[in-house]
């Protein structure tokens, strides 16, 4: 147990030491989008609307924060694990260390986590401030890591099976743009028909802001967002455990 902890340690402090130099504009570009979107359409367009019984501002914060999550968690996994492994080639030096691919798949996604919980930590201390109604509780910061963990996942797994960084470009475009906006993030599932609801159940952004969202307005738990969310987190790192099987062929 502890040759894991110290395999997926050393992993990961090559990925933070990187951040450590540069955390500031790290911090501050994964912050720009989540701040517009929480002014332009919560605190702007929003402002006098209801959903669900509670004003837009407080529905909408939970879902930036899931986005803000997502997004960080999955770039801050997979854009210097492409590059390591397409641009650098250094990522060959770490598949012929005598280091455990679970350690590697974990140890790459730790970074991830941690970025893009700094940055949804951020998104949710301001919108308390915007919406000071908005609940304070522990369940939230614990769905909120693991919501990053299986984000990151999925980033590193996509960065482990891409060939190039146009596939990877259009992989952003024809996936995670769409994600962004139709999860649930912005407006209530429950507007939608019945097939784009189940068809969104298949998007683990979707179950994220379910989750955030019920934990922060007091709404009951949605045990089944949370099992679809450690399904997601499994399917993703056993798909980065394959895709590094065959890396190391």
């Known amino acids: ?14 990925d933070l030491r990187n951040m450590r130099r540069h955390w500031k504009a790290t911090v501050a570009t994964s912050l720009v989008l989540p701040l517009l979107y929480l002014v332009a359409f919560g605190y702007g367009l929003g402002r006098g609307i209801d959903v669900a019984g509670v004003s837009y501002l407080s529905f909408v914060i939970p879902g930036i924060v899931a986005l ?46 941690v970025r893009g919980s700094i940055s949804a930590v951020a998104i949710y201390l301001v919108g308390l401030i915007l919406a000071p109604t908005l609940l304070f509780s522990p369940v939230f910061f614990l769905i909120l890591l693991l919501s990053c963990f299986v984000f990151a ?36 599932l429950s507007q939608l ?11 683990p952004l979707t ?23 450690l399904i997601f987190g499994g399917v993703f790192f056993v798909g980065g455990m394959i895709a590094l099987k065959k890396l190391s062929v």
């Open 68 to 113: 803000t999550a997502f997004s960080t968690s999955f770039n801050g996994a997979a854009s210097k694990l492409q590059v390591d492994r397409i641009f650098y080639k250094s990522f060959d030096e770490l598949l012929m260390s005598p280091v455990s691919p679970h350690s590697i798949i974990i140890g790459k996604a730790l970074i991830g986590v």
């Open 1 to 14: 147990m502890m040759n894991l902890f110290s395999d997926i340690y050393s992993v990961f402090w090559i």
């Open 193 to 203: 028909p019945a097939v784009a609801r189940a068809v969104l159940y298949f998007l």
């Open 153 to 188: 996942s999925f980033g590193v797994f996509i960065s482990l099976i891409i060939h190039s960084h146009q596939e990877m470009s259009n992989f952003s475009t024809l996936v995670i743009l769409p994600m962004t906006f139709l999860c649930g993030t912005f407006f209530s």
């Open 207 to 229: 179950h994220s802001a379910n989750i955030l969202r019920a934990t922060v307005l007091g709404s009951p738990f949605p045990w089944l967002s949370f099992a679809g969310l």
